[in-house]
């Protein structure tokens, strides 16, 4: 069995992508025990296609996103299922990637409900609705939604047993691993008018282009500790009281760690989950404002 994945990651793109998709390759390995899995990525700026090798996988880097690069990958390497988690293959490419290579599967990674081609379709989103994709995907297709196939690492299971006494003064702020919408210290800033002895946990990666940034405005600040590609996020998580998250992958982690949380939104992609927070009263902010933030928190009364 041979598996190929097709994903990237940047300081622009973001992490999300390529971890889930980790995650997503050593469940494929359990269900095929002999499969030979490569990723298939670009080497763009604020990468971490070295957490791919240090998980064991091999690397396949293209030079651009064009669809003909990926068909020379795939007249080379003869996958028997190619996994898509990219914003810029749509219906028309995985169409013509089909009809090239009939006898792969295709494996469609999908957040926004778009049209796909595909034999296997995922959104692992906790608001994610299976009905519908009915009109936006093939007959044939096998649908996998919400919950109950939400992609989590082993130390989430793990850690989710475990009892850690709360202190009630513990945040956890993880606004994407590579903070796309620059969100960290302003967010911290909010959490000082608190004027509350907090202890914040700051998740991030060297995909943030302004680490340096945070690092500085952190050095002096006993309260805050930067946690840059911790290998215990689920500890993290477990330990808070409250987290400040984007809605997208976080989320389905803290959702699963059953943590309060605020969400606040970054992405376009993110609307729908953003919707079911809404209609579910779950707290959300559809964009950043510090006045609205420091209103919830003091409504919620999650820190004391």
């Known amino acids: 069995m041979r598996i190929l994945i097709r994903a990237d990651s940047s300081s622009t793109i973001g992490t999300g992508h390529i971890m889930r998709d980790l995650v997503l390759a050593k469940r494929l390995q359990s269900q095929y025990p002999n499969a030979v899995i490569r990723f298939v990525v670009r080497p763009l700026d604020g990468n971490i296609n070295h957490k791919i090798s240090q998980e ?19 007249k080379k ?3 028997d299922m ?35 081609y595909c034999d296997i379709l995922l959104n692992h989103n906790i608001s994610a609705e299976a009905k519908k994709y009915k009109k936006l995907t093939p007959k044939e297709c096998k649908i996998k939604c919400g919950a109950k196939y939400t992609l989590l690492r082993d130390e989430f299971y793990k850690e989710k047993k475990k009892y850690y006494k709360k202190s009630g003064k513990r945040v956890l702020v993880a606004m994407g691993g590579a903070d796309t919408a620059e969100l960290n210290i302003k967010i911290l800033k909010t959490l ?26 952190t050095k002096n600040k006993k309260w805050i500790k930067v946690h840059v590609e911790s290998n215990k996020v689920a500890k993290l998580m477990k330990k808070a009281d409250l987290a400040i998250i984007t809605p997208s992958v976080t989320l389905n982690e803290i959702h699963f760690m059953q943590v309060p949380y605020i969400a606040i939104q970054t992405a376009k992609n993110q609307k729908d989950v953003v919707k079911y927070l809404q209609k579910s009263h779950l707290r959300v902010l559809k964009k950043f404002s510090a006045t609205k933030l420091l209103k919830v928190l003091k409504e919620g009364n999650y820190v004391h």
């Open 77 to 79: 390497y003869k996958p």
């Open 82 to 116: 190619l996994v898509i988690d990219n914003y810029n293959i749509g219906y028309k490419e995985e169409k013509r990637l089909k009809r090239s290579h009939k006898n792969m599967k295709l494996y469609v990674l999908d957040d926004t409900y778009e049209k796909h």
């Open 56 to 74: 064991g996988y091999a690397i396949i880097s293209l030079t651009s996103s064009h669809i003909k690069e990926l068909q020379k990958v795939l």
């Open 192 to 217: 000082k008018r608190l004027s509350l002895k907090l202890h914040v946990d700051v998740l991030t990666t060297t995909a943030n282009k302004n680490l340096k940034k945070l690092q500085s405005y």
